[in-house]
T-cell receptor, first 113, second 117 residues
Framework: GAVVSQHPSRVICKSGTSVKIECRSLDFQATTMFWYRQFPKQSLMLMATSNEGSKATYEQGVEKDKFLINHASLTLSTLTVTSAHPEDSSFYIC?????????FGPGTRLTVL | AQKVTQAQTEISVVEKEDVTLDCVYETRDTTYYLFWYKQPPSGELVFLIRRNSFDEQNEISGRYSWNFQKSTSSFNFTITASQVVDSAVYFCALLTPSTGANSKLTFGKGITLSVRP
């Protein structure tokens, strides 16, 4: 199956700093990438849908100024958590699709101290 | 609107027992896809199966089997002779491709399965 990578896999940062997470489709071109957030013992919640070359579409309740998404190419999307706070600590998962099937990255565990 | 209900939150079984994980979905679309994913403690989502709405055949893959019943809008997952390695969170998900590549997956809340030796 198609492979999606995420970097970094784990990050610990101080409150107030910004953190960038990369999502790459390694062996296919992804027309659309999705960003999810998963708090402990909860389900995946979609944050935003990202299409190459256009602005991301954010789900209700997700602050677009805080979670900056850039989808500059068909193989790379980045999520930047700006001025991170402890409540942003979570597991962030991206997925990429070129059709009906989504391929998930391994996730990035963000801990904000 | 799309909705996926996984009524069971936690299930604990002893190794070698069979276990069924329930999934009920809601959609007004006639074309849709149903998925099951496994999320072990490492966090990475592992794809298990995709089923489209026009294919009601049940599927078996090793110890795993799936029962798709459109009449009851259910897509249940059975693990036969469970093993400790099956311990994970299992998610059922629904996708309606009516909007093409922007289609969103709707996840259930997940079922935490613990298999005891």
């Amino acid at each position: 199956g198609a492979v999606v990578s995420q970097h970094p896999s784990r990050v610990i940062c101080k409150s107030g700093t910004s953190v960038k997470i990369e999502c790459r489709s390694l062996d296919f071109q992804a027309t659309t990438m999705f960003w999810y957030r998963q708090f402990p013992k909860q389900s995946l919640m979609l944050m935003a849908t990202s299409n190459e070359g256009s602005k991301a579409t954010y789900e209700q309740g997700v602050e677009k100024d805080k979670f900056l998404i850039n989808h500059a190419s068909l193989t790379l999307s980045t999520l930047t958590v700006t001025s991170a706070h402890p409540e942003d600590s979570s597991f962030y998962i991206c997925s990429a699709t070129s059709g009906a099937e989504q391929f998930f990255g391994p996730g990035t565990r963000l801990t904000v101290l | 609107a799309q909705k996926v209900t996984q009524a069971q939150t936690e299930i604990s079984v002893v190794e070698k027992e069979d276990v069924t994980l329930d999934c009920v979905y809601e959609t007004r679309d006639t074309t849709y896809y149903l998925f099951w994913y496994k999320q072990p403690p490492s966090g990475e989502l592992v794809f298990l199966i995709r089923r489209n709405s026009f294919d009601e055949q049940n599927e078996i893959s090793g110890r795993y089997s799936w029962n798709f019943q459109k009449s009851t809008s259910s897509f249940n997952f059975t693990i036969t002779a469970s093993q400790v390695v099956d311990s994970a969170v299992y998610f059922c998900a629904l996708l309606t491709p009516s909007t093409g590549a922007n289609s969103k997956l709707t996840f259930g809340k997940g079922i935490t399965l613990s298999v005891r030796p």
